[in-house]
């Protein structure tokens, strides 16, 4: 592909990268966090203006940059020693100016009295000064929890709403038939009562999140943070929570719909739910929620297919895969044949066909999470706010990243395309204004390789001839560079030369 067309194209597609981030992400919750943080600034430290809405996009832009290149702390990005410090970070921002506004973020604030921090006053009857303390100490940790749920409250639900705007308008049809839920962890080590603990997560100690996803373009439909008792009055149970998820979904027009579940979601009054509202389902179930159809004592490698269940419409199939391992799974519209499955690089082998189904669209959730975990912010938050601040950005990412992708036909990095957004967050740094330098490169390039004739060089000499630097064969014509080069190998030596300037200023 020509120079040119390769900016032009990489120009349209972080145009494109940016204009999809912006989807999710708005301008409105972005101006509307910058006008929080610098309200609170300014009581702080009583100024005007804390910061300008240049000065907070590239703050928002240094933290994109702290995604892609982590450090071991923060403060490494501003570091002297080159193996730690990034130039490009030191020259848009200073560390203070940075770190300001971190730790001041603020995503929503009263109308009346905002960012006051009232003492709370105790109501009772106290035998002593410590127990009144306690109790002053257990208001004010109440009131800080409550008021962060909140403030985080009005940034999830702007992001809610951005998704379920473009589920209707941007997502095809035929991606909306298969459905998978499941839940994932934010890492958050800081003291909070409704932090939760699963040992089966890279990071077991954090922030519980449900997801609900599309399986095939891994596009999030619907998620929602678990605040405990706390927060909006909502139940958790199981039945209310797959109720409240799956009604708020607009699945009208769609002719059919899977869901895809793990055993925490399934039971047989969830199934029955789902199949009163159309859908189709596969889920495992756990051993104490079959009502007593569960076989007891299989061999390795033996199944059974419970058929006929009392009052409900759908099937139960089992499978002993290892001793102390059985696969219990419930279904409906589903065919239990073998059928060969290809892995890479191991043999093939026969699997029922629901298993089959479930294996592929079931992981959606988890390939989210590998995905986070390349664009991830390492550095601990002492806020749990700032947590779930930092989450939201990757949602946004991981749904732009979503729509890219289809919008293109094909895959993308997902390195590639936060590259591409930080080059759109501000104008100095899109690749339309560099495009100037590098051509700017390009034509020095051409001036110090020009090819001239060995007459020219040597005129007192009748019929000058050199031997190329490259292939060795025999030729009149020489570089400015003072090497010996035939036409061919000449034009072969600007195109490599090209293309190496060419990938230093992407």
């Not at 951005?162 to 998978?180: G, L, R, W, Y």
């Not at 080590?189 to 077991?204: I, T």
Request: proline share 4%.
């Amino acid at each position: 592909m020509p120079m040119a067309d390769q900016f032009q194209n990489s120009c349209d597609q972080s145009k494109l990268a940016w204009e999809l981030f912006t989807k999710f992400w708005t301008p409105e919750i972005h101006d509307h966090i910058r006008t929080c943080t610098n309200e609170k600034l300014k009581i702080r430290y009583n100024k005007q203006e804390a910061f300008t809405a240049a000065e907070f996009n590239t703050w928002f832009q240094i933290l994109m940059v702290m995604m892609v290149s982590p450090r071991s702390a923060m403060t490494d990005h501003w570091s002297n020693n080159p193996m730690f410090g990034n130039q490009f970070i030191k020259s848009m921002m200073t560390s203070d100016a940075w770190f300001e506004i971190y730790r001041n973020l603020q995503f929503d604030v009263d109308q009346e009295d905002p960012i006051v921090d009232t003492i709370p006053q105790p109501t009772g009857i106290f035998q002593n000064e410590s127990e009144i303390l306690k109790e002053i100490q257990r208001q004010r940790y109440d009131n800080e929890i409550n008021d962060g749920i909140r403030r985080i409250k009005w940034l999830t639900d702007a992001i809610q709403a951005a998704f379920n705007k473009s589920f209707a308008e941007d997502i095809d049809i035929s991606e909306k038939s298969d459905f998978c839920m499941d839940e994932t962890l934010i890492p958050y080590l800081g003291w909070l009562d409704f932090r939760q603990y699963l040992p089966d997560k890279p990071h077991p100690f954090g922030l519980l999140v449900r997801v609900l996803a599309l399986a095939k373009s891994r596009f999030i439909v619907k998620f929602e943070l678990y605040t405990g008792k706390r927060g909006e009055k909502r139940s958790n149970q199981l039945y209310d929570l797959m109720y409240r998820f799956l009604t708020s979904i607009n699945t009208t027009g769609i002719p059919k719909k899977t869901f895809y579940a793990d055993n925490y979601y399934s039971s047989f009054a969830v199934c029955k739910m789902l199949q009163e509202q159309g859908w189709e389902f596969r889920m495992t179930i756990r051993k104490n929620r079959c009502k007593g159809f569960c076989t007891t004592n299989m061999l390795i490698g033996e199944s059974k297919l419970h058929e006929n269940i009392p009052d409900y419409d759908f099937q139960l199939f089992e499978q002993q895969v290892k001793k102390t391992k059985t696969v219990r799974m419930i279904f409906s519209n589903g065919s239990t044949k073998e059928s060969e499955v290809k892995r890479n690089y191991k043999p093939t082998i026969s699997r029922p066909k629901i298993l089959h189904e479930y294996n592929q669209n079931y992981s959606t959730i988890d390939k989210l999470d590998q995905l986070t975990y390349y664009m991830r912010f390492p550095h601990r938050c002492q806020k749990w706010t700032t947590c779930m601040f930092i989450y939201c950005i990757h949602i946004c990412i991981l749904q732009a990243h979503s729509l890219f992708c289809l919008r293109l036909q094909r895959q993308i990095s997902i390195i590639d395309f936060m590259l591409l957004l930080i080059d759109a967050i501000q104008p100095h740094t899109h690749t339309q204004i560099r495009q100037k330098e590098v051509l700017g490169k390009i034509d020095s390039l051409l001036v110090a390789h020009e090819l001239i004739t060995l007459k020219q060089v040597r005129p007192e000499i009748k019929d000058p001839i050199g031997h190329c630097y490259t292939c060795g064969e025999r030729t009149r014509w020489i570089c400015a560079c003072e090497y010996y080069y035939c036409k061919t190998c000449h034009v072969k030596h600007l195109l490599i030369e090209q293309e190496q300037i060419l990938s230093r200023g992407k």
